[in-house]
């Protein structure tokens, strides 16, 4: 049997392991670490409780194992397994442990738990080669990985920066197997298809007009996921050419929430109190950014301002903020929009919501900082931008906006879906037992 150690119920994982249940081929336990967010749990990043409203232990078989006191993905360094592994991989015949990451105690103990009791590992992270690290950081992250890589039999690769990751610690080819990360794009098209006839009482319910141009935030409102870069676009468009008609659209919660509002003339906010006063001060200015290399269409002339300069009294865009959406609430954001914007880091070491966006219809631009950029970049023109340059972003929402040709996503689909995941554990599962 295969064991599957997994730190909580993830929204984007339960799916999985439900489509691996129906499949059949591969026997299989999801050992929790910790019950989060199937009850109503504090995420810090959100910055309130809450708890998906799906059902997260139903289809599939798992268990919760005895854990330090506290347990969560909260605290990830002091999440231990306190019963013996070694009885849990004899008493369930394990042959094969899959853990997801490096990032948990548990994690490390359960692998070299596994090694020494002649079990496989099989390894699923998110981690990718795309971000520097400094030379001090490299000298202990190196080896340290390498006594993990060393015990790991076969590593389940999410996309192509993340199995360039292994390729550079000297991970072979037999080990690599590509189990593409994938969202429910059954459910998230169901959803969008079931009300998309109501987009403009969407729009009206959030005072988007109808004859906007809709960009859409969807995330944590937290410095890694840069929302203000978007602001910043919006800002720049306004500017330069207005009749764009640009309303930002962000779908989440977050410690930079207050700064945002400050920053946007809000149309509306679901989380607004009698008290709320979007009128706060920042002290954000623009910087001049790189060019653009123009290509065979017209891009619109931008141009930075500067600290000492003046702001038009148009600079801050319309702007809707709709509060956290649960998962089954999420998609009116993605048939509201005409667009997704990531503008992320490289701390997004993929960037589902992108996933998500795709199979709800909706074209994206995304960071090229983002790991999943090279993946899903080519989905629409002028997907990919530089991470940071505020004009080749928005001049990327302004070529969206004036571009009508139909988006086909049927092929990326198709390529990301749980499917060809199920397809990748089934193969590793397959060579084991040959």
Known sequence: ????????????????????ARDGHVPFEVWYLSEHATRLSRDREFGRDFAWDLDMLEGYPHRFLITSAGASPNTPLRTWVFESLSVLFTENKIKVLWVQGWQVAAYWQAVWAAHKAGVQVWLRGES????????????????LLGQLFRRVDHFLCIGTAN?????????????????????????????????????????????????????????KFIPKKRPLDLIKAAQLLLRSHPELNVHLLFAGSGELGAGLRAQCDVAFDAEATPTTDHRLQTTDHFSEAPGLNPDNRELITLRAVGPDEPEADNAKPAATFTGFLNQTQVSK??????????????????GLVVNEAMASGLPSIISDHCGCAEDLGLIAPNAVYECGNIPELASGISLLRNDHSPFSFEEPLVRYSFNETVRGVVSAWKELLN
């Open 1 to 20: 049997m295969l064991a599957i150690l997994v730190t909580h119920p993830i929204q984007y994982q339960v799916p999985l392991w439900q489509m691996l």
């Open 163 to 219: 199995r360039e990751l292994y390729r550079s610690y000297g991970v072979p080819e037999s080990k690599l197997h590509m189990t593409p990360y994938a969202v429910d794009n059954e459910r998230f098209a169901r959803q969008a298809n079931q009300i998309r006839k109501s987009k403009l009482e969407i729009r009206k319910q959030w005072k988007i007009p109808e004859e906007s141009f809709c960009v859409l935030f969807c995330g």
């Open 128 to 143: 990718n080669i795309m971000a520097p690290t400094p030379w001090w950081k490299n000298a202990i992250k190196r080896p």
């Open 333 to 350: 954001a993605y048939v509201a929009a005409d667009v997704l914007v990531l503008p992320s880091d490289y701390a997004e070491t993929w």
